[in-house]
């Protein structure tokens, strides 16, 4: 080989090279960047970042047409080295090419470069997609033809090709949220509140109101000097009111129109005409979910609503407030009643109030306790147990341990949970 034919192929091995770095960059680059990121900068007017979302909507053709150009320029530039170094040194040549190949397509063909797009992706994906935009309409039919030779080939093992394999928007941001929880990057109740958003759509309003044993009611046929009373001692602003009997709801008063009216008639009760403070009670079925309640009280302008099943008789009340502290926690003023809640025991089990709800604690311990037949920490003894327990009467479920403490008729009010001891995953060097 002359000098001439020696340089002139040392140049298309490092060409060859520079183009296997590019492509393993934008193959990088493009998959590991953020969807968000892109859709944000093409949002913005940049130009190069919309065909980065042109690209990406046909992943398929994207990967199939880097590999072929990757591929190509490898084998090209081996083909190179080999012919070159033959010329050399003779037929050993093929050995000291097949090594020297191998290192530099490895270093700067693959780990350089895409240790650099995985650090930048955006950057890189943004900074290639003209090229590779170009690159990709140029080698489409090459890539069909490709494509559907892998296709038959598959079919032909028994393989079938589905199109549909792309996640939700609600699974990837689940997945995000969990790899930025797992990364520290997130702390857990941003996550929670995040991942509640995404809950509304799922939980019923049944599984957040206040059951009916809890609500606070008025008698409208109550002297009106005692219902002035009770109005005044509740810690409620807005309190349903019954006549005849309790399912019979005629209304719901809303403190400030009582203040209002008495104020009206010097606060002289008896003067108070109840039928004229009464708002309509508004009835939602227990299936409505949170998603649409919530948009519900938005179009309506409530803040209250009267829960009912499906043979109309009332199972509790949802307030806006309720759907809030499904997002964001519990959500108390100065004149809300102190809660009970949960007590950490020095042994590691927790004292529970039978309402607490199963959501709130597998929130709050991150645990995976079920509550698709149970909405509270009692409904799920009572499913699981088959009986009314007596006080005393200990369950392991699920690998938890639950003690029943107290016991009102048929209803569990109090008991003991102990949690399942934490795994060690590490692995015994003994074994």
């Known amino acids: 080989?002359?000098?001439?034919?020696?340089?002139?192929?040392?140049?298309?091995?490092?060409?060859?090279?520079?183009?296997?770095?590019?492509?393993?960059?934008?193959?990088?680059?493009?998959?590991?960047?953020?969807?968000?990121?892109?859709?944000?900068?093409?949002?913005?007017?940049?130009?190069?970042?919309?065909?980065?979302?042109?690209?990406?909507?046909?992943?398929?053709?994207?990967?199939?047409?880097?590999?072929?150009?990757?591929?190509?320029?490898?084998?090209?530039?081996?083909?190179?080295?080999?012919?070159?170094?033959?010329?050399?040194?003779?037929?050993?040549?093929?050995?000291?090419?097949?090594?020297?190949?191998?290192?530099l397509v490895l270093i700067f063909g693959e780990v350089m470069p895409k240790t650099y797009a995985i650090n930048r992706p955006e950057r890189v994906a943004v900074l290639l997609a003209p090229f590779i935009y170009r690159f990709v309409r140029l080698l489409a039919p090459l890539v069909n033809v490709v494509q559907m030779i892998c296709v038959l080939a598959l079919r032909a093992f028994g393989v079938r090709i589905s199109r549909d394999t792309s996640m939700t928007a609600s699974e990837e941001i689940r997945s995000t949220l969990q790899l930025h929880a797992e990364s520290g990057a997130m702390v857990k109740h941003e996550r929670d509140m995040l991942g509640s958003i995404l809950d509304l759509d799922e939980v019923p309003v049944g599984d957040v109101m206040v059951h009916r044993r809890s609500m606070e009611m008025l008698d409208a046929d109550l002297p009106p000097d005692e219902f002035v009373r009770q109005v005044l001692a509740s810690s409620h602003t807005r309190i349903p009111v019954w006549r005849g009997e309790p399912e019979n709801v005629?209304?719901?008063?809303?403190?400030?129109?009582?203040?209002?009216?008495?104020?009206a008639c010097e606060f002289k009760?008896?003067?108070?005409?109840?039928?004229?403070?009464?708002?309509?009670?508004?009835?939602?079925?227990?299936?409505?979910?949170?998603?649409?309640?919530?948009?519900?009280?938005?179009?309506?302008?409530?803040?209250?609503?009267?829960?009912?099943?499906?043979?109309?008789?009332?199972?509790?009340?949802?307030?806006?407030?309720?759907?809030?502290?499904?997002?964001?926690?519990?959500?108390r003023d100065e004149h809300d009643p102190a809660q009970r809640g949960l007590r950490l025991q020095p042994d590691g089990s927790l004292l529970v109030d039978g309402a607490t709800t199963i959501r709130d604690l597998n929130r709050q311990f991150d645990w995976h306790l079920p509550d698709d037949?149970?909405?509270?920490?009692?409904?799920?003894?009572?499913?699981?147990?088959?009986?009314?327990?007596?006080?005393?009467?200990?369950?392991?479920?699920?690998?938890?341990?639950?003690?029943?403490?107290?016991?009102?008729?048929?209803r569990i009010t109090h008991l003991r949970m102990t949690p399942p001891a934490p795994r060690n995953d590490k692995a015994d060097p003994a074994d």
Request: hydrophobic residues 50%.
């Open 1 to 103: 080989m002359t000098e001439f034919g020696l340089w002139l192929s040392l140049g298309g091995i490092i060409l060859l090279l520079l183009l296997s770095a590019l492509f393993s960059m934008s193959e990088t680059g493009m998959t590991a960047s953020s969807e968000a990121r892109i859709g944000f900068l093409a949002n913005q007017g940049n130009k190069s970042a919309k065909r980065v979302q042109k690209l990406l909507a046909q992943r398929d053709k994207l990967i199939s047409s880097i590999l072929l150009g990757n591929n190509a320029v490898n084998i090209l530039a081996s083909s190179l080295a080999t012919s070159a170094l033959i010329g050399l040194f003779g037929d050993v040549g093929v050995a000291y090419a097949t090594v020297a190949m191998t290192i």
């Open 250 to 263: 005629v209304g719901v008063l809303h403190a400030k129109d009582l203040l209002r009216a008495l104020s």
């Open 269 to 331: 009760p008896e003067k108070l005409d109840l039928g004229q403070l009464l708002q309509t009670p508004w009835f939602v079925p227990d299936t409505t979910t949170l998603r649409e309640q919530l948009n519900a009280f938005r179009h309506r302008r409530a803040h209250f609503a009267l829960v009912v099943d499906e043979y109309g008789a009332i199972m509790g009340l949802v307030t806006l407030e309720d759907i809030l502290e499904e997002i964001v926690g519990d959500i």
């Open 373 to 410: 037949d149970a909405t509270t920490i009692a409904g799920l003894v009572l499913h699981e147990a088959q009986v009314v327990p007596e006080p005393g009467q200990v369950f392991v479920f699920h690998d938890f341990r639950f003690e029943v403490l107290r016991r009102q008729g048929n």
